[in-house]
């Protein structure tokens, strides 16, 4: 059991630990998590070995099929490599290996956390991260602790250990969703009083739910337009339906999703920075500001007043006709940077090493053949998250499959906009959002007892 635990415990460090050196968005902490991982699946092979139950394998067998489809892209980039159709060789090698890092913690999850309370755990730890995150990112921007940054300086807003405040954004979404989610599993079997009100908010349940605030408080910081957005939106949609898939004890759940709404955004949030994010989604302009002006000669001609702020759209324009170039086997995994550079036109100056859209990045990288088998993971991942909530076998279940739907949920909005999926930190952590997914119905009680 030395070697399980040793698991367990290098997995919720790695967890923790991936954000902190800028999301792990450069070379060697990328090379860190692939060395990180394969280590860890030695200990884990080897734990396997001496233990003659079995019991790892009733939930990797549960999630044969996501993790099928993912040594099934991860076989498709290797086809890209080995088979020349990469455009930039090197940029695919450094993918497949981050791509198996990934696979292999989403085997990892589902083979040590099988036990409710490992579960809790690995919730604990992901709140506790993004909770860390949140109160850091604030703290260098309310106080004059600059000195303290981790990269550049944040500009005002809340940005993290992360380069990118949209990033910190996508990663505060995933963990916010674990702890909605915790905090829902929770729950106890009774009916509504309205004392329950005053329980949520100093009971037992209470450190969940200021770790929520402090999220919530980050996340409008940030400023992040797609963000915000994206796990509001997630929060509205999935919390409606969780409501009306669960009819017992309907008015306690929608009083802990309304909560969130209504305490930390209209009520915390206008103290930090909730006017301004406002004003950031009144000001995106899709369209340059044009005015009519009289030159010197008397003619008069069109001039560019403010530019749109919203370059991603060039991007988008310029890298479809990219995609319509290799439909079907793609440019080759992480080579966007190096193939995109002769489509755009004059009015795209700046360097974009990403499209800025997920969805468009990985068509043109991976081509359709990679797309589908990865498009499936995503989407069989979200079904199981649902399941339990349909379902109504448990409380906790039901709870956890809620949070990880909402999590997958709003990072595939945002995904719409963003690029959060080629960010390491951001793509483990969805990985791991995808394997609580499935363990939301797939692991026990405790030791070799199944739950009910």
């Given at each position: 059991?030395?070697?399980?635990?040793?698991?367990?415990?290098?997995?919720?460090?790695?967890?923790?630990?991936?954000?902190?050196?800028?999301?792990?968005?450069?070379?060697?902490?990328?090379?860190?998590?692939?060395?990180?991982?394969?280590?860890?699946?030695?200990?884990?092979?080897?734990?396997?070995?001496?233990?003659?139950?079995?019991?790892?394998?009733?939930?990797?067998?549960?999630?044969?099929?996501?993790?099928?489809?993912?040594?099934?892209?991860?076989?498709?980039?290797?086809?890209?490599?080995?088979?020349?159709?990469?455009?930039?060789?090197?940029?695919?090698?450094?993918?497949?290996?981050?791509?198996?890092?990934?696979?292999?913690?989403?085997?990892?999850?589902?083979?040590?956390?099988?036990?409710?309370?490992?579960?809790?755990?690995?919730?604990?730890?992901?709140?506790?991260?993004?909770?860390?995150?949140?109160?850091?990112?604030?703290?260098?921007?309310?106080?004059?602790?600059?000195w303290l940054a981790i990269g550049s300086d944040s500009?005002?807003?809340?940005?993290?250990?992360?380069?990118?405040?949209?990033?910190?954004?996508?990663?505060?979404?995933?963990?916010?969703?674990?702890?909605?989610?915790?905090?829902?599993?929770?729950?106890?079997?009774?009916?509504?009083?309205?004392?329950?009100?005053?329980?949520?908010?100093?009971?037992?349940?209470?450190?969940?739910?200021?770790?929520?605030?402090?999220?919530?408080?980050?996340?409008?910081?940030?400023?992040?337009?797609?963000?915000?957005?994206?796990?509001?939106?997630?929060?509205?949609?999935?919390?409606?339906?969780?409501?009306?898939?669960?009819?017992?004890?309907?008015?306690?759940?929608?009083?802990i999703l309304v909560s969130v709404l209504v305490i930390?955004?209209?009520?915390?949030?206008?103290?930090?920075?909730?006017?301004?994010?406002?004003?950031?989604?009144?000001?995106?302009?899709?369209?340059?500001?044009?005015?009519?002006?009289?030159?010197?000669?008397?003619?008069?001609?069109?001039?560019?007043?403010?530019?749109?702020?919203?370059?991603?759209?060039?991007?988008?324009?310029?890298?479809?006709?990219?995609?319509?170039?290799?439909?079907?086997?793609?440019?080759?995994?992480?080579?966007?940077?190096?193939?995109?550079?002769?489509?755009?036109?004059?009015?795209?100056?700046?360097?974009?090493?990403?499209?800025?859209?997920?969805?468009?990045?990985?068509?043109?990288?991976?081509?359709?053949?990679?797309?589908?088998?990865?498009?499936?993971?995503?989407?069989?991942?979200?079904?199981?998250?649902?399941?339990?909530?349909?379902?109504?076998?448990?409380?906790?279940?039901?709870?956890?499959?809620?949070?990880?739907?909402?999590?997958?949920?709003?990072?595939?909005?945002?995904?719409?906009?963003?690029?959060?999926?080629?960010?390491?930190?951001?793509?483990?952590?969805?990985?791991?959002?995808?394997?609580?997914?499935?363990?939301?119905?797939?692991?026990?009680?405790?030791?070799?007892?199944?739950?009910?």
């Open positions: 059991m030395r070697l399980d635990r040793a698991v367990i415990a290098g997995v919720l460090a790695l967890l923790v630990w991936m954000p902190v050196p800028l999301a792990s968005n450069r070379p060697a902490s990328a090379a860190f998590i692939v060395l990180a991982v394969g280590g860890l699946l030695v200990l884990w092979g080897a734990h396997l070995l001496r233990d003659p139950l079995r019991q790892s394998w009733r939930a990797v067998r549960a999630g044969v099929i996501p993790l099928g489809l993912l040594l099934a892209v991860q076989g498709w980039v290797a086809v890209q490599y080995v088979g020349g159709l990469s455009s930039d060789p090197g940029a695919t090698m450094e993918y497949l290996a981050l791509g198996l890092a990934y696979t292999g913690l989403f085997a990892l999850v589902l083979g040590v956390f099988t036990t409710r309370k490992r579960l809790n755990w690995l919730l604990g730890v992901l709140v506790v991260s993004g909770t860390l995150q949140a109160f850091y990112g604030a703290l260098l921007v309310l106080t004059d602790f600059s500009g005002g807003v809340v940005s993290g250990t992360f380069v990118n405040r949209n990033h910190l954004a996508g990663y505060l979404e995933m963990t916010l969703a674990c702890g909605i989610g915790w905090m829902l599993a929770l729950r106890e079997d009774r009916d509504f009083r309205w004392h329950h009100l005053a329980e949520l908010l100093i009971g037992p349940k209470a450190r969940i739910r200021l770790a929520l605030i402090i999220m919530v408080i980050a996340l409008v910081m940030s400023h992040s337009r797609m963000g915000n957005t994206a796990f509001f939106s997630s929060l509205i949609i999935m919390g409606g339906l969780f409501t009306l898939a669960t009819p017992e004890h309907r008015g306690r759940n929608a009083l930390d955004v209209l009520v915390i949030s206008q103290w930090f920075g909730l006017e301004e994010l406002q004003q950031r989604l009144a000001d995106t302009r899709f369209e340059d500001e044009v005015a009519m002006v009289e030159d010197d000669s008397g003619a008069t001609r069109e001039v560019v007043v403010r530019r749109e702020n919203v370059d991603r759209d060039d991007v988008f324009a310029y890298a479809l006709p990219q995609w319509r170039e290799r439909p079907v086997a793609g440019f080759g995994a992480g080579t966007f940077e190096t193939s995109f550079q002769r489509f755009p036109g004059r009015d795209v100056t700046a360097l974009f090493d990403h499209a800025h859209n997920d969805f468009l990045q990985f068509a043109i990288e991976y081509g359709v053949v990679g797309v589908l088998p990865l498009a499936g993971f995503v989407v069989f991942a979200f079904y199981r998250a649902l399941a339990p909530v349909w379902q109504r076998r448990s409380l906790y279940r039901s709870g956890v499959g809620m949070g990880a739907a909402m999590g997958i949920l709003a990072l595939m909005i945002h995904s719409s906009t963003d690029f959060n999926l080629q960010i390491p930190a951001n793509a483990a952590t969805f990985v791991v959002l995808c394997a609580i997914a499935v363990l939301a119905n797939a692991h026990h009680r405790g030791h070799r007892r199944p739950s009910t």
